[in-house]
């Protein structure tokens, strides 16, 4: 985007939370046949659609804050209960893939079931279309990004070309970037041999409030990247909780879906130059 959008109201800041619930049908993919076999890793990431998302909604209905969740459409097959109770509480819910297969290498083919698969099943349980999507492991591809277009969507939230929204695939679809240190993941993700990042809430929450401040400064946009079955427990989530209070208390804050953001990036394209309008990124 060649001119700086301008959020609604006095706000200053767009704050987008995103949140992946992966959940253990997600398992697979990330420790392949070994799956099955294992039942301690299985439960963390059963923690996310159960525990974590209770909880999180929680947190987030005390502050009348709304959020965007990506679904894989298998999660969302094994918990309509959590996906419905997401969306009551005013929530937008968007594509994660199906199996949440990392798409690199992936064949054509079955990078299209994975977003065919995956809009069925969110439109099944959600009763209504999800028109963004985030790849799994944060890798888009070529193939993947052509059937965002081909489906609809409007937005995709799994590059890092900019601070702010801009424009991908010609024009047709708008990028909300994300940061790998905005993930909680980065500095949270502490699970037997798969992951030992044990990172201490205070400080990655001031960490992440200095990027806050950073964007504030320069009236631009923060999506954080957060996982229920990881930010959804014990002191992490009290620290997240505060960090949100923080943020609420600069009475600067919009804190909106990435579909509130995505549509205001479009209005803003339509009402823009001849040069936006074109789609160039
Ligand atoms: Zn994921």
């Not at 200053?12 to 959940?23: K, M, N, R, S």
């Not at 209905?61 to 005013?90: C, E, H, K, N, W």
């Not at 909680?184 to 201490?200: C, K, P």
């Not at 996982?227 to 609420?248: C, Q, T």
């Amino acid at each position: 985007m060649s001119e700086k959008l301008s959020w609604p109201g006095d706000a200053e800041i767009a704050v987008a939370l995103t949140f992946d619930v992966d959940g253990d049908p997600s398992l697979e993919s990330i420790v392949g046949a070994e799956a099955a076999q294992r039942l301690s890793t299985a439960s963390y990431f059963r923690y996310g659609p159960t525990n974590g998302v209770k909880r999180i909604l929680e947190v987030l209905a005390t502050r009348a804050v709304p959020a965007t969740f990506y679904v894989p459409g298998a999660t969302a097959l094994a918990y309509p209960d959590s996906m419905r109770a997401i969306a009551a509480g005013g929530h937008e819910i968007a594509h994660h893939g199906h199996h949440h297969l990392k798409l690199l290498g992936l064949p054509a083919e079955l990078q299209r079931d994975e977003v065919e698969r995956g809009v069925e099943a969110l439109q099944s349980v959600t009763g209504t279309l999800p028109r963004g999507y985030r790849a799994p492991f944060g890798e888009l591809t070529p193939e993947t990004l052509a059937l965002l277009v081909t489906h609809g969507f409007v937005y995709d939230s799994s590059c890092q070309g900019d601070d702010s929204p801009y424009l991908e695939a010609a024009g047709k679809i708008v990028e909300l970037p994300f940061a790998w240190e905005l993930v909680d993941a980065s500095h949270f993700f502490a699970l037997g041999d798969i992951g030992r990042a044990v990172g201490h809430p205070d400080a990655v929450m001031g960490h992440w409030w200095t990027e806050f401040e950073e964007a504030l400064a320069r009236q631009q946009m923060l999506t954080l990247v957060l996982h229920p079955e990881i930010i959804g427990r014990g002191a992490k989530l009290a620290a997240f909780a505060s960090l949100i209070d923080r943020m609420l208390g600069t009475g600067r804050t919009w804190f909106a879906t990435h579909r509130q953001v995505a549509d205001l990036v479009l209005a803003a394209v339509v009402t823009g130059s001849p040069e936006e309008r074109s789609g160039a990124d």
